[in-house]
């Protein structure tokens, strides 16, 4: 069974940065694609940032050149450092898995709150 959990959240002032931690367990890391996706308050989730098996990464539009996702195989672990916090980066952020690499995310850990306000 696929379990992911989140931990690295807090509150933070806009300009500051925060790194996120995913740890997976009950699976086969290595070769799972793997998400970051976040949700604010009354709009639906997104996905902010993706790295393949083989650590191409994506992210989307409003964090590209914030936001840096990667992954350490021997941790089973997958991160997200987010530089240069802005308010509207305030959200519910989850991490995903992705068997195939196609955009198909099955398991979702529990979330981290996250909170850019001064």
């Known amino acids: 069974q696929v379990q992911l959990v989140e931990s690295g959240g807090g509150l933070v002032q806009p300009g500051g940065s925060l790194r996120l931690s995913c740890a997976a367990s009950?699976?086969?890391?290595?070769?799972?694609?793997m998400g970051w996706h976040r949700q604010a308050p009354g709009k639906q989730r997104e996905l902010v940032a993706s790295?393949?098996?083989?650590?191409?990464?994506n992210y989307a539009d409003s964090v590209k050149g914030r936001f840096t996702i990667s992954r350490d195989n021997a941790k089973n672990t997958v991160y997200l450092q987010m530089n240069s916090l802005k308010p509207e980066d305030t959200a519910v952020y989850y991490c995903?898995?992705?068997?195939w690499g196609r955009g198909e995310y099955k398991s979702f850990g529990q979330g981290t709150q996250v909170t850019v306000s001064s």
């Open positions: 790295i393949t098996s083989g650590g191409s990464t």
């Open positions: 009950g699976m086969a890391f290595r070769i799972y694609a």
């Open positions: 995903a898995s992705d068997r």
